[in-house]
């Protein structure tokens, strides 16, 4: 199994930032891609940004030029450094990882693994 443990959530205000870390750990195989995933009270869950095993990122249009998505490959860890936040990024943010890793049965299976989420509140 795969364990996805998000740390750097917070209370923060408007224009500050904050820096979250998500480090995969277990029996893991390889990792693709690794990204950031946000849900806000009543709506659906959205890709934040999300970036490749080679460095390749991408990211939503609400958050380029004030996030930054990077990667420690060597560390397993995922990292979102958020700035010039505003109160509308307030969300429970995800963390992502698709690996390949053994399952009970032995099989090594490639799949969605999620973090169990960090609260982030920019106060205005």
């Known amino acids: 199994q795969v364990q996805l443990v998000e740390s750097g959530g917070g209370l923060v205000q408007a224009g500050g930032s904050l820096r979250l870390s998500c480090a995969a750990s277990?029996?893991?195989?390889?990792?693709?891609?690794m990204g950031w995933y946000r849900r806000a009270p009543g709506t659906k869950r959205e890709l934040v940004a999300a970036?490749?095993?080679?460095?390749?990122?991408n990211s939503a249009d609400s958050v380029k030029g004030r996030f930054t998505i990077s990667r420690d490959n060597a560390k397993n860890t995922v990292y979102l450094q958020m700035n010039s936040l505003k109160p509308e990024d307030t969300a429970v943010y995800y963390c992502?990882?698709?690996?390949?890793?053994?399952?009970?049965?032995?099989?090594?299976?490639?799949?969605?693994?999620w973090g169990q989420g960090t609260q982030v509140t920019v106060s205005s």
């Open positions: 970036i490749t095993s080679d460095g390749f990122t």
């Open positions: 992502n990882a698709v690996a390949t890793a053994p399952q009970a049965t032995g099989v090594m299976t490639i799949r969605d693994y």
């Open positions: 277990g029996s893991i195989f390889s990792i693709n891609d």
